[in-house]
C-alpha cells in the first residue's frame, strides 16, 4: 500500500508558520519533527527565527518549488528507509534567505539526475553550483540552496559520472546557455500557483515521516490549477454565435464656412449653404 498526497494550488499567498509560542510542544522538538535537524542546531536557530519555520523571500519561495518540483518527478514513489530519508533528506535548516539540506551521500548522483537540465527534459533551467567551505551551493537568481557537507571533488565526480556536463548544471561563473532564460520563465509561470505550497512542504520534508509508517512509501504528485472558462467576449469572436462584421462607415462632407459678411460667420456643418 502507497501512501500518496497531492500537492493543490489551493495555499495561501504566505506561507503560515507556527510561532514559537503557539504550542503546547516545546519548539526546539516541534521543530526538529519537520526538518530533522539535530536538537542543537533547532535550538541555535530558533533565536533568530520569528517563526519556528521561517518565511523565505519570494524568489527564495520560486527557486526552492523549482527544485522541490524537479525531486518530484525523478523520485516518483520511493522508501525513504532506502534513499536515506524522504527524496534522499536526511535533515535540513531553513532560513529567510537560504535553506541548508543533509542528503544522503548515496543520493548525490540521483540529486544530480534530477536537477540538470538538458533542452526538452526536466530539471532546473539556469541552475548554477559553487564549492565552498560548508558544501556545494545551488544558486538561482534570488535563491541558494546549501548541499552541507559535500566536498567540491566528490560533486564534480558525481557530476562526471553522470554526464552532467551536457546539462546546464555548471559552475556559477558560467553565464546562461541560449535559451536558459526562457526555460526558465517557462518552469516559473508553470508553478506560479503552486510555488508558496511546494516551498512550505519541502521545508518541512520530515513531516512525511509519520505518513509512511503504515506502507512504507512516498508519493507526491501535483496538481495544476483548474482551468477557468474563456471570458465572455459577446458576439465577437463567440463560437456559436455569428462574428461581428465590421461596416465601412461613410466619410462626413466637406466642411465649410460662410464667406457672407452680412450673415456672419457660419459654423462647420457637413454643407454650409
Known amino acids: 500500500m502507497t501512501h500518496t498526497n497531492t500537492l493543490t494550488p489551493n495555499a495561501p499567498r504566505r506561507q503560515q508558520s ?12 516541534l521543530r526538529q519533527m519537520a526538518t530533522g535537524e539535530t536538537e542543537e542546531t533547532a535550538r541555535d536557530e530558533l533565536p533568530d527565527a520569528e517563526h519556528l519555520i521561517p518565511t523565505p523571500a519570494p524568489e527564495q519561495a520560486r ?5 522541490f518540483q524537479a ?9 525513504p528507509t532506502l534513499t536515506g530519508g524522504p527524496f534522499g533528506i536526511r535533515s535540513l535548516t531553513p532560513r529567510t534567505d537560504e535553506l541548508v539540506v543533509r542528503i544522503a551521500p548515496a543520493q548525490m548522483d540521483r540529486w544530480i539526475d534530477a536537477l540538470a537540465h538538458r533542452p526538452g527534459g526536466t530539471g532546473v533551467a539556469g541552475l548554477r ?9 545551488l544558486t538561482l537568481p534570488g535563491m541558494r540552496l546549501l548541499l552541507a557537507g ?47 505550497h511546494l516551498c512550505a512542504t519541502l521545508r518541512r520534508i ?14 507526491l504528485f501535483t496538481t495544476p490549477p483548474p ?17 461581428a462584421v465590421d461596416l465601412p462607415v461613410r466619410p462626413p462632407g466637406p466642411m465649410a464656412r460662410r464667406t457672407d459678411p452680412r450673415s456672419g460667420p457660419c459654423r462647420p456643418t457637413r454643407s454650409c449653404p
Open 71 to 79: 525531486l518530484i518527478t525523478a523520485y516518483g514513489r520511493h522508501r
Open 227 to 243: 482551468r477557468q472558462p474563456p471570458p465572455d467576449r459577446g458576439m465577437r469572436g463567440h463560437p456559436h454565435r455569428p462574428a
Open 150 to 196: 559535500i566536498s567540491e571533488t566528490d560533486w564534480r565526480a558525481a557530476l562526471g559520472r553522470r554526464s552532467a556536463d551536457q546539462s546546464s548544471l555548471m559552475p556559477h561563473w558560467i553565464p546562461q546557455f541560449r535559451g536558459e532564460p526562457e526555460y526558465a520563465a517557462a518552469q516559473d509561470a508553470e508553478l506560479a500557483a503552486l510555488a508558496d
Open 206 to 219: 520530515r513531516l512525511l515521516d509519520a505518513l509512511t509508517r503504515t506502507s512504507g512509501h512516498v508519493h
Open 129 to 137: 553550483w559553487a564549492g565552498l567551505r560548508e558544501g556545494i551551493a
Open 63 to 67: 527557486g526552492e518549488a523549482r527544485i
Open 18 to 29: 507556527l510561532r514559537a509560542d503557539d504550542t503546547a510542544v516545546p519548539p526546539v522538538a
